[in-house]
């Protein structure tokens, strides 16, 4: 199935001509093996240190996460750029659709992921000071 045929499929889910249950079906059955992905770009090796900052996110060890968070702040006034709060519930029902209609998401395994969430704690994934950008970047669970 051609991405135009899967465009298809979801503006006839948008406009209420399928169910959800038959444009799954529909897609799942004519789900063809993607090709592989364009080689990826090398990318910037970013120094990372590790320090106080600005943001300090409320993280407490231990505790199960209810958040996904990404941050991104301004180095020099420490002023938000982007703020993103990703309910750890609609993370775990978004890879469940994704791997459905998105055709990107089939080299992964959704139910690892939700696995590695569930079992995962509290606490900084990623926190990044590009100096260069004059940017902060912090994904964390909360």
Do not use: C
Not at 94 to 112: C, I
């Amino acid at each position: 199935m051609t991405t135009d045929d899967r465009k298809e499929v979801l503006d006839l889910l948008a406009n209420g001509k399928l169910t959800v249950d038959e444009a799954a079906a529909m897609l799942a059955k004519a789900k063809e093996p993607a090709a592989p992905p364009p080689p990826a770009e090398p990318v910037p090796v970013v120094e990372i240190e590790k320090e106080a900052t600005a943001v300090s996110p409320d993280i407490a060890p231990g505790k199960t996460p209810a958040w996904f968070r990404v941050r991104v702040n301004k180095l020099d006034t420490g002023k938000s750029k982007v703020s993103v709060n990703i309910p750890i519930r609609m993370l775990k029902f978004g890879f469940t659709v994704a791997s459905h209609f998105a055709p990107d998401m089939d080299g992964l395994d959704v139910e690892e992921l939700q696995g590695m969430l569930a079992e995962g704690e509290s606490g900084i994934l990623v926190d990044v000071r590009d100096e260069e950008s004059n940017e902060h970047v912090q994904v964390y669970l909360e």
